[in-house]
């Protein structure tokens, strides 16, 4: 257990700013070109892959009770965040405006590593403020989601997702034997359908029609068409196509992670459309200290379906009797999952055997796989 006066201090917090470094690296490609326009994605997927190759694995957990103030210094990182992204992102954008030294291709180049920095990072951290109580931490979350063009993730993640991963229900959990490329595209439709299914249907159970003021879908669209209009207003119509390709670049890296987070798993069908509970073994866990720190414990995912609303430092590691293992962390994960013949030969067998470990009593796995048992109710 890490004490809480070992939570309570800056340096113990101060390897979840690894983030920040992708700053400078994104302005030194905007400034140099050349070599250095692949430097953010280098970072943040070869170097988290190396450091973890050097750091190994941390199976340390903290007290889940732990209170807030004991960890500001960690909680700091993910509010200064939406700042120092608006700040890249939009500052980038005016600077392409107004300087010519950079080509067509170091333009889609440079904000290629922007979206990754916006995709890795910025919606990374929108997820960790969209799950907290302050109204003030959920709206950082809607900024940093607006500037990629993907509010509706809010409403779809914590309405939908939670509530069905690993059912036919969910948009996001990948069925087993299914590569990226095929899930992808369906993905995107299909998490817009079901956040506005979702938000349409509360609105209902108050009595309230669609377009109701408390519907977020307002909001999102204000934020976005704020996010659009700025991008204009700095760089014209170069700006709003550089803005959407670095959007794209984002929504690509987060729904990569997804797929990557629930790949095979399903929850026991109970009868009636019933399922058993979320429980840890529902989603992959990895403890791969380094991209940890980049990802805010973002890999420590089987906590995370367990208790959503525990802040990053307090999500708790599991073994492997409690929840599957993935074998390396996000970044190698990731850059795998785009490969899928590969993909299948490194997980399908993980698949299997968490199969056999967890679900011994069942024989036939065909409707899960193909998604085809009866939806939840």
Request: proline content about 6%.
């Amino acid at each position: 257990m890490i004490p809480k006066a070992q939570l309570s201090k800056l340096q113990s917090a101060l390897p979840f700013w690894s983030s920040l470094i992708l700053v400078p690296l994104a302005w030194m490609g905007a400034i140099n070109g050349g070599w250095w326009l692949i430097a953010v994605p280098v970072a943040t997927w070869y170097l988290f892959a190396l450091l973890d190759a050097f750091t190994g694995l941390y199976l340390e957990n903290a007290d889940p009770q732990t209170e807030d103030s004991t960890i500001f210094w960690y909680r700091l990182i993910t509010i200064l965040w939406p700042f120092l992204q608006a700040g890249t992102l939009f500052g980038l954008l005016a600077y392409v405006g107004s300087t010519n030294h950079l080509g067509t291709w170091e333009l889609v180049g440079l904000f290629f590593g922007v979206g990754v920095l916006t995709g890795t990072v910025g919606i990374n951290y929108s997820h960790e403020l969209m799950h907290q109580k302050p109204a003030w931490e959920r709206w950082l979350g809607d900024i940093l989601l607006a500037m990629v063009l993907y509010s509706h993730f809010r409403s779809e993640h914590l309405l939908v997702h939670h509530r069905y991963v690993a059912t036919p229900r969910d948009p996001v959990t990948a069925r087993y034997n299914q590569g990226f490329h095929r899930v992808f595209p369906r993905v995107i439709w299909t998490t817009l359908r079901s956040a506005w299914g979702a938000e349409k249907a509360m609105l209902a159970r108050k009595k309230n029609p669609v377009w109701a003021f408390g519907n977020p879908f307002w909001r999102y669209l204000i934020l976005q068409a704020l996010a659009l209009a700025l991008a204009f207003w700095l760089a014209g119509w170069l700006g709003v196509a550089l803005f959407l390709w670095q959007a794209w670049i984002a929504i690509w890296q987060l729904e990569l992670v997804n797929y990557i987070e629930h790949y095979g798993l399903t929850r026991e069908h109970l009868g009636d459309g019933k399922y058993e509970h979320v429980k840890p073994r529902h989603s992959w866990n990895a403890a791969h200290k380094a991209s940890n720190w980049l990802l805010i414990n973002l890999q420590r995912h089987s906590d995370h379906h367990y208790k959503p609303d525990r802040r990053f430092p307090l999500l708790q590691n599991y073994t492997e009797d409690e929840a599957p293992q993935l074998p390396y962390g996000y970044p190698i994960m990731t850059m795998v999952a785009m490969m899928p013949p590969i993909w299948r030969r490194v997980m399908n067998p993980r698949v299997r055997a968490w199969r056999k470990q967890f679900y011994p009593e069942i024989e036939d796995w065909t409707a899960y796989n193909k998604a085809q048992t009866p939806m939840p109710r």
